[in-house]
């Protein structure tokens, strides 16, 4: 995996994981969802990349 693409999984992640604590935390539903969505997309990123990465070898 591409050490950059890598690093934008991870920040994705832990964006939307902080997003949606402090959502739930002000009792903010969309914020939670948005966090969610983002956190979602991050792993889906990270998995897209492990993909890439089997086929390559």
């Known amino acids: 995996m591409s ?3 890598k ?3 991870k920040a994705e992640q832990v964006k939307g ?3 949606k604590e402090a959502g739930r935390a002000v009792g ?3 914020a ?3 966090g969610q969505g983002q956190k979602t997309k991050g792993d889906l ?5 492990k993909i890439k990465d089997a086929f390559e070898d």
Do not use: D, Q, Y
């Not at 990123?45 to 990349?49: I, L, Q, S, T």
């Open 45 to 49: 990123r990270g998995a897209k990349e």
């Open 28 to 30: 903010n539903e969309r």
């Open 17 to 19: 994981k902080i997003k």
């Open 32 to 34: 939670t969802a948005e």
């Open 7 to 9: 690093a934008k999984a």
């Open 3 to 5: 050490s950059s693409e």
